[in-house]
């Protein structure tokens, strides 16, 4: 349902050192402390039938009224007081002068007309004369009224910003009718296939407050794969006779997650990020709205640039990751998140799967290799993240010797090596290039020992990958690491090729005490989804990689791969403090391969210019007022001119006013160090099918 963060408990802390245990449960005599925050929201029922309109890319359609596009003419409120005034004191003389007669009694013929005579000296006759009067005044009072545009005045000194938007909306959709045939709450959908039952069965849930807005997402979800596969029918029926509102639940058996810190729409698959700001930098259909992400505008991919502190973590990951936790429940989406140990980004329990990369506690493990089993793909990989930041270093030709090493591994022992052994193994350690030479020789691999044959040949030439492979592949062999990335089956290794599956990942990286591995993992893990989402055979779940710190990140091939997400139905969150943490080279061409741009507050001035230079210019109209002093010729002119400049202190001037087109830059460098404000961003989006909607100074939700 659409919430406010009210629905649910602060996350749990862990006690952490100095932490002092407090008694279980409530002291005595006070009642337990309830285990969510009451529901102030709306109902389920009322939250469905309130119209979602969008008039934009990233518009907040949950009852969104357009407006127009254009701001109307704004009279100065000087000009409108005294034409008030002058059309007040008209009418009061034109009233005077009928009063007194000095017009005539034209205006009480209708009286005459319509009164008998016999009602002369009568009450019957003293009001009807009283009520025409009062006719002809109310009469003189709207026409004056509207002459003097009383109205607009007191809208502007009453309440002018909700009056003008009242005025310049766009009429608002008619919600639908309670239980009526296109009331959301009754299922009609359902209803009209025929599953009249199961409709009456699902709005009952709604009705009795069992449903939340997860179960209706999700059983929608499922109510479409019915109708693309009628053969499964029978099993939705039946799911929703014996379970209600906890049909076809996720395999996890979440219907909700434990707390929510954002505002949430479920129906239209978005999140509120915050409000466009009321300034004249916005265009002013824009001026107050609602900003959201949702698939349509995250799956080309975004990337956001703030310094520490901007709130990039709090602001924007964190209700990504929450947002498209949601869609998990409800079988539309799946999600990893990647970042430092420590990061808020929400409970364990809101997640499938937490992977801590060197804790021993964590539950899960890492799949170095992705899943895959072909070694060709694993050395690609491999390389990519190893040495895939280097300058200088051929990606291919460390792939090739990553494939020399594999192929013959995997087809010796059957399984890829665990990191020690192919550390060894790069190193060419004479004890194990031994043992793994005579185990393909007993199976006859002849082919994987011309392989090994060529590795040894080409180790320690001039360009050889090797050293600075090892070199790699040491940070990951460290103590902080044994018993991870383990390849004998032994672990519960997390492969990026689960993304066919509804899953909720959260990945945390060793970062302070191992910045160089983390870095490393944090490309190998870039590497592995552009390749496990373009490789999915079923893309109808929107998959989604959400990086809390991407520097040193990316590399000339995941910049590529990340351009092609977009027709795979998959897209990644990048954030970085500075564009300085990507190699110069990919500046450019990384701010092009996103769809979705955001510059946080404080950037600086060389990140400001690139972002000014990919968002462009526009044509603007200016106004240049040129004053000229006005010399008389006339005596009696000239006495007045200087009688007025002697009452004013200014002279005689007359304004010369020249409007042009302008081409300029939307922001500059300058504005976007400078202008804007803290807890404010400036955030343009593209949807997949193209749409652009022009950068906005965004009011991020949160801020005061």
Same mark, same amino acid.
């Given at each position: 349902?659409?919430?406010? #963060?009210?629905? /649910?408990t602060?996350?749990r802390r862990a006690?952490g050192? #100095?932490?002092?245990?407090r008694?279980? /449960?409530?002291?005595?005599g006070?009642? &337990?402390?309830?285990s969510?925050?009451p529901?102030t929201?709306?109902?389920?029922a009322?939250?469905?039938?309130?119209p979602?309109?969008s008039d #934009?890319?990233?518009?907040?359609?949950? @009852?969104?009224?357009?407006?127009?596009a254009?701001?109307p003419?704004?009279t100065p409120?000087?000009?409108l007081?005294?034409?008030?005034l002058?059309?007040?004191?008209?009418g009061?003389?034109?009233?005077?002068l009928?009063?007194?007669?000095y017009?005539?009694?034209?205006?009480?013929w209708?009286?005459y007309?319509?009164?008998?005579?016999s009602? !002369?000296?009568? *009450?019957?006759s003293v009001?009807?004369a009283?009520?025409?009067?009062?006719?002809v005044?109310?009469?003189?009072l709207?026409?004056?009224g509207r002459?003097?545009?009383?109205p607009?005045?007191g809208?502007?000194?009453?309440g002018?910003?909700?009056l003008r938007?009242?005025?310049?909306?766009v009429p608002?959709?008619?919600?639908?009718?309670? @239980?009526?045939p296109?009331?959301p709450a009754?299922? &009609?959908?359902?209803?009209?296939?025929?599953?009249?039952?199961?409709?009456e069965a699902?709005?009952?849930? +709604?009705g009795?407050?069992?449903m939340?807005?997860?179960?209706?997402?999700?059983i929608r979800?499922?109510?479409e $794969?019915?109708?693309a596969?009628?053969?499964?029918?029978?099993a939705f029926?039946e799911? +929703?006779?014996?379970?209600g509102?906890?049909?076809?639940?996720?395999?996890?058996?979440?219907r =909700?997650l434990?707390?929510r810190?954002?505002?949430?729409d479920?129906?239209?698959r978005?999140?509120?990020?915050?409000?466009?700001?009321e300034g004249?930098r916005?265009?002013?259909?824009?001026r107050?709205?609602?900003?959201? *992400? =949702?698939?349509?505008v995250?799956?080309?991919?975004?990337? !956001? +640039?703030?310094?520490? @502190?901007a709130?990039?973590?709090?602001?924007?990951?964190?209700p990504?990751v929450?947002?498209l936790?949601l869609q998990a429940?409800a079988?539309?989406?799946?999600?990893?998140a990647?970042?430092s140990?420590? !990061?808020?980004?929400?409970?364990?329990?809101?997640?499938?799967?937490v992977?801590r990369?060197g804790?021993?506690?964590?539950?899960y493990?890492?799949d170095?290799? /992705?899943?895959?089993?072909?070694?060709d793909?694993?050395?690609t990989?491999?390389?990519?993240?190893f040495?895939?930041d280097?300058?200088g270093? %051929?990606v291919?030709?460390a792939a090739?010797?990553?494939a020399?090493l594999?192929?013959p591994?995997r087809t010796?022992?059957?399984?890829?090596p665990?990191v020690?052994?192919l550390?060894?193994?790069l190193?060419?350690?004479?004890?194990p290039?031994?043992?793994?030479?005579a185990?393909?020789?007993?199976a006859g691999a002849?082919a994987m020992l011309r392989?090994? %044959?060529?590795r040894?040949?080409?180790h320690?030439?001039?360009g %050889?990958p090797?050293?600075?492979l090892?070199g790699?592949?040491?940070?990951?062999?460290?103590?902080a690491?044994?018993?991870?990335?383990?390849?004998? #089956?032994?672990?519960?290794?997390f492969?990026l090729?689960?993304?066919?599956h509804?899953?909720?990942?959260?990945i =945390?990286? &060793?970062?302070?005490?191992?910045?160089?591995?983390?870095r490393?993992?944090?490309?190998?893990l870039?590497?592995?989804?552009?390749?496990?989402a373009a490789?999915r055979?079923?893309r109808?779940?929107f998959a989604f990689l959400?990086f809390?710190?991407?520097?040193y990140?990316?590399?000339p091939?995941?910049?590529r /791969?990340v351009?092609? *997400?977009?027709s795979a139905?998959?897209g990644v969150l990048l954030?970085l403090?500075?564009?300085d943490d990507?190699p110069?080279a990919?500046r450019?061409?990384?701010?092009?391969?996103?769809?979705?741009?955001?510059?946080?507050s404080?950037? $600086?001035t060389?990140?400001?210019k690139r972002?000014?230079?990919a968002?462009?210019?526009?044509?603007v109209?200016?106004?240049t007022?040129?004053?000229?002093?006005?010399?008389? =010729?006339?005596?009696l $002119?000239?006495?007045i001119h200087?009688?007025?400049?002697?009452?004013t202190?200014?002279a005689?001037?007359t304004d010369?006013v020249t409007?042009?087109q302008?081409?300029?830059?939307?922001w500059?460098p300058s504005?976007l160090a400078h202008?804007v404000?803290p807890g404010h961003? +400036?955030?343009s989006l593209?949807?997949?099918?193209g749409?652009r909607?022009?950068?906005?100074?965004?009011?991020?939700?949160?801020?005061?």
């Amino acid at each position: 349902m659409d919430t406010d #963060g009210t629905h /649910g408990t602060d996350a749990r802390r862990a006690p952490g050192a #100095g932490h002092v245990p407090r008694p279980a /449960g409530p002291p005595p005599g006070l009642p &337990p402390k309830p285990s969510r925050a009451p529901n102030t929201g709306p109902t389920l029922a009322a939250w469905l039938r309130t119209p979602r309109t969008s008039d #934009g890319p990233g518009v907040w359609s949950y @009852g969104h009224v357009p407006r127009a596009a254009e701001e109307p003419e704004r009279t100065p409120t000087r000009q409108l007081v005294s034409g008030a005034l002058i059309a007040l004191l008209a009418g009061l003389l034109l009233w005077s002068l009928l009063w007194n007669g000095y017009l005539g009694g034209f205006w009480l013929w209708p009286l005459y007309m319509f009164t008998p005579d016999s009602w !002369a000296g009568t *009450l019957p006759s003293v009001v009807a004369a009283y009520t025409w009067y009062a006719i002809v005044a109310v009469t003189l009072l709207i026409g004056f009224g509207r002459l003097g545009r009383w109205p607009e005045l007191g809208g502007r000194l009453l309440g002018s910003r909700a009056l003008r938007a009242a005025k310049a909306a766009v009429p608002a959709p008619r919600a639908p009718e309670a @239980g009526g045939p296109e009331d959301p709450a009754g299922w &009609p959908e359902v209803r009209e296939a025929g599953m009249g039952e199961v409709a009456e069965a699902l709005g009952g849930e +709604v009705g009795a407050g069992r449903m939340n807005d997860v179960d209706y997402a999700r059983i929608r979800r499922a109510w479409e $794969t019915v109708r693309a596969e009628p053969s499964r029918a029978r099993a939705f029926a039946e799911a +929703v006779r014996t379970k209600g509102a906890g049909a076809c639940v996720h395999p996890s058996g979440a219907r =909700d997650l434990p707390v929510r810190a954002s505002r949430h729409d479920m129906l239209a698959r978005q999140v509120l990020l915050g409000t466009a700001d009321e300034g004249a930098r916005n265009p002013y259909a824009r001026r107050g709205v609602g900003l959201a *992400l =949702d698939p349509s505008v995250l799956g080309t991919s975004l990337l !956001a +640039v703030g310094p520490s @502190g901007a709130g990039k973590t709090r602001r924007l990951v964190r209700p990504v990751v929450e947002s498209l936790a949601l869609q998990a429940l409800a079988g539309q989406a799946a999600v990893v998140a990647v970042a430092s140990a420590g !990061a808020q980004l929400g409970p364990d329990a809101a997640f499938d799967v937490v992977v801590r990369v060197g804790d021993p506690d964590s539950v899960y493990d890492l799949d170095l290799y /992705g899943g895959t089993t072909d070694p060709d793909e694993a050395a690609t990989l491999l390389a990519e993240a190893f040495v895939g930041d280097i300058q200088g270093t %051929d990606v291919r030709r460390a792939a090739t010797a990553l494939a020399q090493l594999l192929g013959p591994y995997r087809t010796a022992h059957g399984r890829f090596p665990p990191v020690p052994e192919l550390r060894e193994l790069l190193d060419q350690v004479p004890g194990p290039l031994a043992a793994l030479r005579a185990r393909l020789e007993a199976a006859g691999a002849h082919a994987m020992l011309r392989e090994l %044959d060529a590795r040894e040949r080409q180790h320690g030439a001039h360009g %050889d990958p090797g050293p600075a492979l090892a070199g790699r592949v040491a940070l990951l062999d460290r103590p902080a690491f044994a018993g991870f990335f383990d390849t004998t #089956g032994q672990g519960r290794p997390f492969s990026l090729r689960a993304l066919e599956h509804p899953l909720r990942v959260r990945i =945390d990286l &060793p970062e302070r005490g191992h910045a160089d591995a983390s870095r490393m993992l944090a490309r190998l893990l870039l590497a592995q989804f552009n390749a496990a989402a373009a490789a999915r055979a079923d893309r109808s779940l929107f998959a989604f990689l959400a990086f809390d710190d991407a520097s040193y990140t990316l590399t000339p091939e995941t910049v590529r /791969g990340v351009q092609r *997400l977009r027709s795979a139905n998959a897209g990644v969150l990048l954030t970085l403090r500075t564009l300085d943490d990507v190699p110069e080279a990919l500046r450019t061409p990384l701010l092009g391969a996103v769809g979705c741009r955001m510059a946080f507050s404080g950037v $600086t001035t060389w990140d400001g210019k690139r972002f000014a230079e990919a968002w462009g210019t526009e044509w603007v109209e200016t106004r240049t007022v040129t004053h000229r002093t006005v010399f008389a =010729d006339q005596p009696l $002119t000239r006495a007045i001119h200087a009688f007025r400049k002697l009452v004013t202190g200014n002279a005689v001037t007359t304004d010369a006013v020249t409007v042009r087109q302008e081409e300029r830059e939307r922001w500059s460098p300058s504005d976007l160090a400078h202008a804007v404000p803290p807890g404010h961003a +400036v955030l343009s989006l593209t949807t997949v099918r193209g749409e652009r909607a022009a950068p906005l100074l965004v009011r991020l939700a949160g801020t005061s």
